[in-house]
């Protein structure tokens, strides 16, 4: 252990942290039947609904991600940020009523009641690669990333299979109702520690005045040129929203948690809970990784920045609490994904092949699939240092797997001509380009193409499967008056629901609520911009 780094009382707090974790998240198992296990018995209250997307989402990867892109690049990363908020409300207002609706396990089903089986078992297949290579592996990567500077002696792989034991011990017996009941815990304890080493930080930089004087101003800024390296303004009018629209729409892990409430008004309010809690990720997540720039002008390593930051300025039990801060992010998305990943695999893949199975069995199957996935990942984990930074892999592999997906469900929602050979080769298409330019980048870095920004790519990617969706869906036949009715949009949805919220008092009211969200977005966008 490297003692210049960490305390035994740190080491005290971070493990009885991991401890008490494992033993609070089998406190809370749920797993006599596979709606129990998989949606937590679909009982979940907005609060812990909204603090358990809050909690998946900003992990590991996010506390390191934010606060490294936002040394080298500036504060243009949380443009990711705000966009959710915008997200959100798009996905409380049009998608939500059918997922809830629908009774669906996961979004793979969904696309299964609109389409056909094709799309299902793609999607399933596609979100398992996802969940595995992102979610799970940089998670892994990000922790261990930071345990190897405290432990040197100890090999990455190692501190890889300890973190995913780590990450399983409760999510595999426990299901989504251990998952969900300790990210609420978890992101209490991480949003404390973040504050606190913001404010630390903010005090040794000796004022934000100083912090301007040492960074060029176009990083304080969150509207770039068209050439910008990190998020150029055609990136985020176009790019960032699709990126974002799969992550928090479609992505299984995150949905899931909103499958898990008790009732839509409870899913909504969540799900603008959850985009309230985002906006201030600027002040405590973002801007710490602006001001290590005063701090540590010659970092090789932008990744680095946040242990720099806890280790340095930090004195003995506050690194402790930061460290477990950590670990609580880490274990929150290893945990969210394995879950979804075998939710995915049980309901999409072994329910449909074996249909016989009874509800207990198919969570001994779940558990069983969570076992493989996490090797998998831990497999697969050393691969991202291979990467520039952690954040530029995610959102690299994600602005490839996205945008066909997006195709599918925004057309199939609002579009009732779509049909189901439209969304298969649609997706079929996106797989194959987005291989062919993942090929192209690793043999061919200097191309012209590999030179494109994601933000660039993902767009011009959306409207390659756009065409391949319509001239395929206006080719082919009609879909049926059921997937038509069922799972597309009308009017009559809207003024149905326009007159059960008129009984509602104001601030139970979504759509307020969503008016107000929107305004405080655009409110932090102005003053940054």
Known sequence: MNKDLISNLDLIIMVIYLIGMIFYGLYHSKRQSSEEYFLAGRSMTWPIVGISLFAANISSTTLIGLA???????????NYEWMAAVILVFFSIFFLPFYLRSGVFTMPEFLERRYDRRSRYYFSFITLIGNVMIETA?????????????????SMTVIIMILAFAAAAYTIPGGLSSVVHTEVIQAILLLAGSLIL??????????????KAATPPEMISLIRPMDDPSVPWTGLIFGVPLLGFYFWANNQFMVQRVL????LNHGRWGALFAGLLKLPVLFFMVFPGTMARVLYPELENPDTVFPHLVFNLLPAGLIGLLMAGLLAAMSSSISATLNSASTLITMDFVKNLRPGLSSKQLVKVGQFATVILVLLAAAWTPQIEKFDSLFKYLQMVV?????PVVVVFIWGM?????????AFYSLITGFVI?????????????AGISQWHFLHTAPLLFLACTLVYVVVSLSTDIPSSEKINEYTWNNKIYTDET????????????????????????????IYK
């Open 260 to 263: 898990t409430a008790k009732d």
């Open 68 to 78: 490294g892109d936002a040394y080298s690049t500036g504060i243009s990363v949380y």
């Open 434 to 446: 987005a291989a062919i330019l993942i090929m192209l980048k690793v043999t061919m870095p200097e």
């Open 198 to 211: 913001t404010y630390v930080t903010y005090q040794a930089v000796g004022g934000w005045e100083n912090v």
């Open 414 to 422: 609002f579009w009732k001509r779509g049909n189901a050979d439209g």
């Open 499 to 526: 007159a059960s919220l008129s009984a509602l008092p104001w601030y139970k009211n979504y759509r307020i609520l969503s008016v107000f969200l929107l305004i405080l977005t655009f409110i932090i966008v102005w």
């Open 399 to 403: 602005g490839l797997i996205a945008p």
């Open 138 to 154: 940089a998670g892994l990567y990000a922790g261990s990333l930071i345990l190897k500077l405290v432990f040197p002696e100890i």
